[in-house]
């Protein structure tokens, strides 16, 4: 008979494996309202399934990883009946999360981000490495499928790769912020705490918005109120920070408005994604770099306050005080 115990661990397992099967499809569907046409194929400048499914196996264990496969083969059945390039590209889709998860575990990656190594190892293992298995397999299922031109193969593959590494870099760190919030939540905390996150969001709302349809090449003013975010309120002000930059910048860019204007896609691309990017690497790394050094310094403050107490109990008197009887008239030593 099987214990009870092992039913319970595999119901909820398939209990997280659906959750996480419709957050990337949800992620999907709200990735795919903005999409841009490289090569004749559609490719979504970012794609948060691949930070929700990175997001996913660093926090629920690789045992969840049907989620993915089954939230990206419903997102590639809306598109029309299953091929055998559809496998292809699910599978992909597949490996990347999990290559990224691998490779953060073998260097010893924290979830609570609060170490500048950790920023760096999401940036460049979970995000810029890891995506280049979904994009490549994709990009090469597609052109043996001969949806792809072989002479548009770079340019598309280029695009895929960004689109998920920038879904890892905007919406991981915004679950994993989640995950270990240090945003004021006691009674304690004084209310101008609260009116200063307020106004850093909407702050962060109303200058995005303006920058990204202003003609004018204004795009850089977003990164002081990412830099406040990570000062404040370390990732949990980055990250929300990041995503409102990418959420109003990537229709801008897909629409061709404001400092997008009057450029061709490749370089309307790279204004994109180097915004985003800029933003993603400020905050993330930022907001890491502090939350160290804040660690760092409350270590050593408990290291001294231990020390002084340790002295304190040690020592035989107050200085200056060391032949004062005690009570029953013997000199102190």
Request: hydrophobic content about 55%; charged content about 10%.
């Amino acid at each position: 008979m099987v214990p009870n115990e092992t039913i319970r661990r595999g119901t909820a397992t398939g209990l997280w494996i659906l959750v996480l099967a419709a957050a990337y499809y949800g992620g999907g569907k709200l990735g795919l309202l903005e999409q841009v046409v490289v090569g004749g194929v559609r490719v979504t400048p970012l794609w948060p399934p691949t930070g929700i499914a990175v997001a996913g196996l660093l926090l629920l264990g690789l045992r969840v990883w049907p989620g993915i496969a089954l939230g990206a083969l419903l997102i590639i059945a809306g598109f029309g009946p299953l091929t055998l390039s559809s496998f292809g590209i699910t599978a992909g889709n597949t490996l990347a999360p999990l290559a990224a998860c691998w490779l953060l575990r073998r260097v010893g990656f924290r979830l609570e981000l609060d170490r500048l190594g950790d920023g760096v190892a999401l940036v460049f293992l979970g995000a810029l490495t890891a995506m280049l298995i979904s994009s490549g397999t994709a990009c090469v299922v597609l052109l043996l499928d001969g949806a792809l031109p072989g002479h548009e193969f770079w340019p598309v593959w280029s695009a895929w790769w960004t689109g998920d590494a920038m879904g890892v870099l905007v919406i991981a760190p915004l679950l994993l912020a989640g995950y270990a919030a240090r945003l004021p939540r006691t009674r304690s905390t004084p209310p101008l705490r609260w009116v200063e996150a307020v106004v850093l969001l909407a702050s962060t709302v109303v200058v995005t918005l303006v920058v990204t349809r202003s003609t004018l090449d204004l795009l850089f003013l977003v990164l002081p109120l990412v830099m406040w975010g990570a000062l404040r309120f370390q990732l949990p002000g980055a990250a929300p920070c990041v995503l409102v930059v990418s959420v109003f910048a990537v229709p801008a860019a897909t629409d061709q408005v404001g400092p997008f204007l009057g450029h061709g896609l490749l370089a309307t691309m790279v204004i994109l994604q180097a915004l985003n990017g800029s933003a993603a690497l400020t905050g993330l790394l930022l907001a890491a770099m502090i939350t160290e050094r804040n660690n760092t310094l409350r270590t050593i403050e408990q290291a001294c306050a231990g020390l002084a107490e340790l002295v304190a109990h040690l020592s035989p008197g107050e200085p200056g005080e060391p032949g004062e009887p005690d009570d029953d008239g013997a000199p102190r030593r």
